[in-house]
């Protein structure tokens, strides 16, 4: 039996009522005719329609066939939709995340099992292939798991959200061991250092390139990047230079 077979029989208003009053008692053509007020042809197309699905069954009384619905289908129908109630339970237990986020977190937390067997795992601000250069304002990381100075796994995730103080936490819960990014402002490399994640910042170019040099050890870098601007100005300056550039210190 095909749930689709069934639900295209019952996808007729008619034959959804026909069908409805068989579970509550049988009938034959005319006594349908009578109830529902339709002609006993019309009611007769729609009970073969509903006999071809397999929903109803056919038992001869007398001169008169009466009708009853099959069991066999009502509890194939009850079984169909108690599994696609469960199955709506499960995926709305947090309604403020869509699938694909879910699915990316289940994701993230397989790769987190398997981190405890490399030495390192590094963040890299990304934006399609290039270290993104501002750290408050990515949209997107990409994580590489390092071991014995090789990259062994690689995955793009995104940040849901955006702040330094919300992407430190994030690269915390995804267990980065480091960060590559171009500028970034002074109280995200606060954040950064609160959640253990070492920074290497002032980069350039391509991801996968500087997350390579890293791993082998010849990263270029600039450990004493700042913005001045976000110093002096509390993150929110109206500099026409951040104006421009979002230097990430938010």
Same mark, same amino acid.
């Given at each position: *039996?095909?749930?689709?077979?069934?639900?295209?029989?019952?996808?007729?208003?008619? !034959?959804? &009522? @026909? $069908?409805?009053?068989?579970?509550?008692?049988?009938?034959?053509?005319?006594?349908?005719? !009578?109830?529902?007020? $339709?002609?006993?042809?019309?009611?007769?197309?729609?009970?073969? @329609?509903?006999?071809?699905?397999?929903?109803?069954?056919?038992?001869?009384?007398?001169?008169?066939?009466?009708?009853?619905?099959?069991?066999?289908?009502?509890?194939?129908?009850?079984?169909?939709?108690?599994?696609?109630?469960?199955?709506?339970?499960?995926?709305?237990?947090?309604?403020?995340?869509?699938?694909?986020? &879910?699915?990316?977190?289940?994701? *993230?937390?397989?790769?987190? @099992?398997?981190?405890?067997?490399?030495?390192? !795992?590094?963040?890299?601000?990304?934006?399609?292939?290039?270290? $993104?250069?501002?750290?408050?304002?990515?949209?997107?990381?990409? &994580?590489?798991?390092?071991?014995?100075?090789?990259?062994?796994?690689?995955?793009?995730?995104?940040?849901?959200?955006?702040?330094?103080?919300? &992407?430190?936490?994030?690269?915390?819960?995804?267990?980065?061991?480091?960060?590559?990014?171009?500028?970034?402002?002074?109280?995200?490399?606060?954040?950064?250092?609160?959640?253990?994640?070492?920074?290497?910042?002032?980069?350039?170019?391509?991801?996968?390139?500087?997350?390579?040099?890293?791993?082998?050890? !010849?990263?270029?870098?600039?450990?004493?990047?700042?913005?001045?601007?976000?110093?002096?100005?509390?993150?929110?300056?109206?500099?026409?230079?951040?104006?421009?550039?979002?230097?990430?210190?938010?």
């Amino acid at each position: *039996m095909e749930l689709s077979v069934c639900l295209k029989a019952l996808g007729d208003p008619t !034959r959804l &009522l @026909i $069908f409805q009053q068989l579970l509550i008692r049988r009938h034959c053509t005319r006594s349908l005719s !009578r109830k529902l007020g $339709f002609t006993e042809p019309t009611i007769s197309q729609h009970l073969k @329609i509903l006999w071809e699905a397999g929903l109803v069954c056919k038992e001869k009384h007398g001169y008169h066939m009466h009708y009853l619905p099959n069991q066999e289908a009502v509890n194939f129908l009850e079984d169909a939709f108690a599994q696609m109630s469960q199955a709506s339970l499960n995926l709305n237990r947090d309604p403020g995340i869509c699938q694909c986020e &879910l699915r990316q977190q289940a994701e *993230m937390k397989i790769e987190m @099992i398997e981190k405890e067997k490399n030495i390192m !795992r590094i963040a890299v601000t990304y934006d399609n292939g290039e270290i $993104f250069q501002h750290f408050g304002h990515t949209e997107q990381f990409k &994580l590489y798991d390092v071991q014995d100075g090789k990259i062994v796994n690689e995955q793009v995730v995104n940040t849901n959200g955006s702040g330094h103080g919300a &992407l430190a936490g994030f690269l915390q819960a995804a267990q980065a061991d480091a960060l590559i990014c171009g500028g970034i402002g002074m109280g995200a490399q606060m954040a950064l250092a609160d959640a253990g994640v070492k920074l290497y910042a002032g980069v350039q170019g391509s991801a996968d390139e500087a997350a390579k040099a890293l791993a082998e050890g !010849r990263l270029e870098y600039d450990p004493d990047v700042r913005c001045d601007h976000h110093e002096h100005h509390g993150g929110d300056c109206g500099h026409e230079h951040c104006a421009e550039h979002q230097c990430g210190g938010n």
